[in-house]
Structure formats: structure tokens, C-alpha cells
């Protein structure tokens, strides 16, 4: 984590960081309850995240305009807030809600064209002939063949365009998806809209995956559900050992 690397092990701000950061994963299941009792319960892993942020950022704001050596206040009254039913919740910026509440995924398609009859020569005389054979000129399949193409023939890399800022926690954790995944009595992925594939780890939390992925029809910006749902399986499974 950034404040691991830029500040020493007994720096006050860093303490506090560890504090909290435990607190909230030995407090999970009261936190599930809290979660699923609030008014945003989607939105309630990255009001989470958000809190510690603003504190961080305050802190690093203050001691930049100041000469001394700027106090640290705890994360931990975070807690007592909620104890006490008291709003507790940070300022979300509206892009992130955008991240989280993205439009339906309706319009993603990309027009990929399939390579046709893969890369032996260029065709230029294409042209408006049509092929023989097929007569009534119907749409260009969609989805199938791209998926296709794309799995088979080269193996791209892809990035996640519109990637959820809930996720940076766990991808600063520098952990390979393959350590997460290899882990004996791990909990099972929550499941892509198609209800059968596991979510794709490494597009959602790493930001970057690969065409040929198993998981590709995850590929693909999720839903405020689905990011809190995956958000809640990294709490638990998505943590150095
Ligand atoms: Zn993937």
C-alpha cells in the first residue's frame, strides 16, 4: 500500500491507517449488517474506502501547508459514529457515483470485425457486392463471432476503460490473481451476468486482462450490484495471506 512505501512503520498517519484497516476486517460481519441496514447499501464498501481516503488526503493537505508537525486524528471515531447512528458518511465526488452507477450495459458492443478467414491476404475489391449465396443481407453477427475471434486468434490485452476507484485497495495489495484464486478454502467467485462464469478478478480489480480470458464475458462494466457483490468477496478472499 502507497502508505507503507511513503511512510515509516511508526509514523502516526500510517498507525492509524492499520488501526482502522483492522478494525474493519475483524468487524465484517457487523459491517455486513450496517451494510445491508443502510439507506445505499451498494454504495456502502466505498463509502468505507472513501472515508480512510479523505482522511489520508486531509492529513497529507495539512502537513503540506504547514512547517510543524501536523497531529493525526483517528480513523476509528468512523465506528463510534455508526454505534451511535450518527451520519458517519463521507462526501462521494460525483464521478466516482458515475463509476458505480454506470448506464446499462446495453450499448458496450465494440465493433470488432471479425477478422474473416483470418490473415492470409487483403481484400480490395470488397466493395458492395454481396457474398453469393446470401441473399437477404441481414445484420453482421454480433456478439458470437467477435467473442470468438477474439478467444481464438490473439490473446490482446485489454484494459478496463471505466475501472471502480472501490477497487484500488486490493490491486495496491500487488497480489497475483493466481495466489487469490490458488487459495485452499477461498469462497467461490460471485458469478458474471451470464450466471455460469466467475467474475473476472484481474479486469475489475487489476484493471487489465487479456482477449483470451475464460472469464471475458465479464469483461465488461458492472453494474453497482455486481461491483458490491465482488467488492464484498474481496473483503474476505481478496487479502494478503
Ligand atoms: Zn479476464
Redesign the pocket.
Known amino acids: 500500500m502507497f502508505l507503507k512505501v511513503a511512510l515509516p512503520d511508526n509514523h502516526p498517519l500510517r498507525m492509524n491507517y492499520e488501526e482502522f484497516y483492522q478494525a474493519v476486517v475483524n468487524q465484517q460481519a457487523a459491517l455486513e449488517a450496517r451494510r445491508l441496514a443502510h439507506k445505499t447499501p451498494k454504495l456502502f464498501p466505498a463509502l468505507l474506502v472513501r472515508y480512510a481516503q479523505v482522511r489520508v488526503s486531509l492529513y497529507f493537505q495539512q502537513q503540506t501547508a504547514s512547517s510543524l508537525q501536523v497531529g493525526v486524528e483517528s480513523f476509528m471515531d468512523m465506528f463510534t459514529k455508526m454505534a451511535l447512528s450518527q451520519a458517519w458518511e463521507p462526501d462521494m465526488p460525483a464521478e466516482i457515483l458515475k463509476i458505480l452507477a454506470p448506464p446499462p450495459p446495453a450499448a458496450v458492443v465494440t465493433g470488432t470485425t471479425p477478422a474473416a478467414g483470418g490473415s492470409t491476404n487483403t481484400r480490395t475489391n470488397a466493395r458492395t457486392t454481396p457474398p453469393a449465396g446470401t441473399a437477404p443481407t441481414t445484420r453482421a453477427p454480433p456478439a458470437p463471432a467477435a467473442g470468438a475471434a477474439a478467444a481464438g486468434a490473439n490473446n490482446r490485452m485489454l484494459q478496463n476503460d471505466h475501472p471502480n476507484a472501490a477497487f484500488a485497495p486490493y490491486k495496491a495489495l500487488g497480489l497475483k490473481i493466481k495466489t487469490i484464486l490458488d487459495r485452499t478454502g477461498r469462497e467461490p467467485l460471485p458469478k458474471a451476468a451470464d450466471g455460469t462464469t466467475d467474475m473476472?478478478l484481474?479486469?475489475h480489480v487489476k484493471h487489465f486482462?487479456?482477449s483470451g480470458?475464460g472469464?471475458?464475458v465479464?469483461?465488461v462494466t458492472h453494474t453497482t450490484e455486481q461491483d458490491a457483490t465482488l467488492l464484498a468477496w474481496c473483503a474476505t478472499n481478496y487479502v494478503s495471506s
Request: proline residues 0%; aromatic residues 10%.
Open positions: 473476472c484481474s479486469f486482462c487479456s480470458c472469464r471475458a465479464d469483461h
